[in-house]
């Protein structure tokens, strides 16, 4: 029996077409690793050029010496780890209790004319002012610190669930009305697909704010985290300790971001302009 075989032909429009969005992406990245370089050139000469003790501004070589000593890595993982499921932990359930109770407030006007008011003014209180609170009701392990980033996780979750619902169209709805849909189907089929876009949007602020309600709560009271490494650093003024953690941080936030604009961009596929959106 005779078998075949299909090779595939590469033509040199394709091959040019290829080589042409490598380069653009080149093109792309080439000014802000440019930008990246000349910083951290700058973070490493100019306090030296300019004499200023470490204590005040280290060089960018003393950070790294900081961050990369043995000791001192496995005590930055532990609390970064640490950090991150105080982070995770608060946006999970932040993310979860807004779109349920965006939903619940888009459909139901009652609860949204008696509940909505006391949501913004809950919001409105800073959460360095409420973190003591929570302190003192739930101790100083991880709890206090999740209930920090649910809160600051929670406000944008909300509002994007609630603005994408509505942006719905009158029209699409009485066409699902039409053709006899349920009330969960036009929710399911309609209404969270069309708000998709926004509660992303939501979320990914959301994201930010979870390493930043994180440290916040650790500040007030923690037991471990990157939070209690920073204020350790700064009683010994260990300025390079400092800027570490803040570099972990830094990168951490910049992780999730491409990750969380990755799966947006791979399930908002159908929505026009979102392939071109930059990572």
């Known amino acids: 029996m005779a078998s075949t075989t299909t090779a595939r032909v590469v033509t040199p429009s394709r091959a040019h077409g290829s ?32 004499d200023i003790p470490s204590f005040v501004f280290p060089p960018l070589s003393e950070v790294l010496q900081a961050l990369t000593d043995p000791g001192a890595t496995r005590s930055f993982l532990y609390h970064t780890q640490v950090t991150l499921i105080e982070a995770f932990s608060g946006l999970a359930i932040g993310t979860v209790l807004g779109l349920v109770l965006g939903v619940v407030l888009v ?7 008696m509940i909505y008011p006391y949501i913004v003014a809950i919001q409105s209180i800073p959460k360095v002012a409420i973190a003591p609170l929570f302190v003192i009701w739930f101790g100083f ?25 509505r942006s719905v169209s009158a029209e699409h709805i009485a066409l699902f009305k039409v053709h006899r849909a349920t009330r969960g189907q036009i929710r399911r089929k309609l209404l969270l697909p069309s708000a998709l876009p926004s509660i992303f949007t939501g979320f990914e602020m959301a994201v930010v704010f979870s390493t930043l309600g994180a440290i916040v709560g650790e500040f007030v009271g923690a037991q471990a985290g990157l939070g209690v490494l920073i204020l350790q650093a700064q009683y010994r003024m260990n300025t390079g300790a400092v800027f570490a953690c803040l570099l972990i941080l830094c990168a951490v936030g910049i992780t999730l971001n491409v990750i969380v604009r990755l799966v947006r961009r791979r399930i908002l596929y159908w ?7 930059k990572v």
């Open 19 to 50: 080589a042409k969005k490598r380069g653009l992406a080149s093109r792309r990245h080439l000014p802000p690793l440019a930008f990246l370089v000349v910083l951290l050139a700058a973070w490493e000469y100019v306090p030296r050029a300019l």
């Open 107 to 113: 459909e139901v006007d009652i609860l949204h004319r």
């Open 141 to 165: 392990g991880i709890t206090s610190k999740v209930v920090v980033v649910a809160l600051l996780a929670f406000f944008p979750v909300l509002l994007g669930t609630m603005s994408g619902i």
């Open 271 to 277: 929505v026009p302009g979102e392939k071109s959106l």
